[in-house]
């Protein structure tokens, strides 16, 4: 009877035996935490993917749409897969997680990011779509992927003395929990209060953290080093550039603040730049870009406001009023809170006028204050109005908050010849709300500009045109000088 028992020692069932009595021994806590965990991970995953690609392709509804899209595509497909296992349900975890965090700590960072996108519009396009997908499907699909298996890995190790459904309601309701925590603490919490890299190296912190407990330390100390330089790479990559680069990283932005740089024709001065785009500058007079003080010019000079309530929708810098408020009272709102603090820290050490931390759709819906002038220059990036500020009914907003005699001012980057769609279609838009708008392009040519519009309050609508037949027009110029 006993002749059989040497046959228990072969390697292959040894193997099997040592990975059945771990799966047994797995602590019920453990296995818990990693469903929670990997919840949290997962979803803050996309979170962080929206918010890192902001700086190289914008913040669009296509493109969260197609992040979203991709992430829920593999994240099916990691359930499938998660699904097909029979067996070595530990390794699969532990190998899953080991490249998870590589994919996530290098894949997120802002370095890799920036050369990566850069290299892809250099030499395969400069389509931004084009360089979204190819990002997505080589760093956001996999880590996705490789995540989603956990979820059906792990109703493999519970004692099935419980109903299929009961386990798998289980696991999945605590992975939801999971992804709401990661969802409401990584935007709200970690990006608000650490910053950008702080919260992808929080995220893989927890990846390792998975690593080590499904590990059995003394078989697979190798692993465990390679691990542990991983994270120290990852930190040096994350929070040690960061740090490095900007003087602060939250939800909304990276912030960077370059000293004493050159701008034609303007001079030696300050830059501030807001998601890796020039976003404000200003010399040692206090003097902004082009754009900026042409906006001055008409506003106190032209216009000679003073004693006027002036709106500022995206604060920047502060730098409309840096040299002066020239008797007027500035109310600057922007979606940041932290921005005044932000900018004091070696760009303008004084905002000479109000703040208010706020969305400026929300600002102008119940606002009971009028003005005597709107500033509009919103951008989440170099090129990029968010999309809910750049639609009608954002300028309807505008036209109903202004005083009878006041006026609406955009700068809109865009191509002045108005050849492409965006640029004809931003027109058509601000023109089918203010219908006496003037514009000055800065510089005028075929490629981007700062467009500003300068529009007025008053809506009177006229098609009437000059024609051999009728032309009226010395009539008019007489109504227009007596007017004057």
């Known amino acids: 009877m006993n002749s059989a028992s040497p046959c228990i020692k072969l390697k292959p069932s040894k193997n099997k035996s040592m990975e059945s009595s771990k799966v047994a021994a797995l ?22 993917t929206i918010r890192q ?51 996530l700590g290098v894949g997120l960072s802002y370095p890799f990011i920036q050369y990566f996108f850069f290299y892809v519009f250099q030499s395969l396009s400069s389509n931004a779509l084009f360089g979204l997908m190819l990002y997505l499907f080589l760093v956001t699909a996999p880590l996705v992927y490789l995540l989603g298996q956990t979820v059906p890995i792990t109703t493999n190790l519970f004692r099935h003395d419980h109903h299929v459904g009961s386990i798998s309601g289980k696991v999945l309701g605590l992975s939801t929990v999971g992804s709401f925590l990661g969802s409401v603490l990584t935007t709200i919490v970690l990006m608000n209060f650490f910053g950008v890299a702080w919260t992808v190296f929080f995220n893989f912190a927890l990846l390792y953290i998975l690593i ?19 994270g120290i790479f ?23 603040i ?24 200003l010399t040692a007079e206090k003097k902004g870009f082009e754009y900026i003080e042409y906006i001055k010019k008409i506003l106190f000079i032209d216009l000679k406001f003073v004693d006027k309530d002036i709106l500022v929708l995206g604060a920047g810098g502060f730098t409309l009023s840096a040299q002066s408020t020239f008797g007027n009272h500035f109310l600057y709102v922007d979606i940041d809170g932290s921005l005044p603090e932000t900018v004091k820290q070696g760009f303008n050490d004084q905002i000479n006028g109000t703040f208010i931390a706020e969305d400026a759709r929300k600002f102008l819906k119940h606002s009971p204050k009028k003005f005597d002038a709107v500033v509009s220059d919103v951008y989440s990036s170099h090129y990029t109005i968010p999309f809910h500020l ?86 008019d110029i007489f109504n227009k000088q007596m007017r004057s």
């Open 27 to 48: 602590n019920p806590i453990t296995i818990l935490a990693v469903i929670l965990i990997e919840g949290f991970v997962t979803i803050a995953v996309e979170m962080l």
């Open 53 to 103: 690609l902001i700086t190289v392709v914008g913040n669009s509804v296509i493109i969260t749409s197609l992040i979203i899209g991709i992430f829920l595509l593999f994240l099916a497909f990691g359930y499938y897969q998660g699904g097909n296992h029979r067996e070595n349900y530990l390794q699969v975890l532990r190998n899953n997680f080991t490249w998870s965090s590589l994919l």
């Open 212 to 230: 080590l407990l499904l590990t059995n330390f003394r078989n697979n100390y190798i692993r465990l080093f390679i691990i542990t330089m991983l």
């Open 234 to 256: 990852v930190f040096l990559l994350n929070v040690s550039i960061e740090k490095s680069i900007f003087v602060k990283t939250n939800n909304y932005g990276d912030y960077q």
């Open 258 to 281: 370059v000293q004493n740089t050159m701008v034609s024709p303007l001079g030696v001065g300050n830059m501030l730049n807001i998601n890796n785009s020039p976003s404000s500058f």
């Open 390 to 475: 750049l639609t009608q009914e954002y300028f309807q907003s505008i036209q109903q908050i202004l005083n009878p005699n006041g006026v609406a001012i955009f700068n809109i980057i865009a191509n002045p010849m108005l050849y492409d769609s965006y640029s004809k279609r931003v027109d058509n838009t601000i023109r089918s709300v203010f219908k006496n708008c003037m514009t000055v392009p800065i510089p005028y040519h075929n490629g981007a500009a700062n467009i500003i519009y300068i529009c007025s309050a008053k809506s009177i609508p006229d098609k009437t045109v000059y024609t051999d037949n009728r032309n009226p027009s010395m009539i």
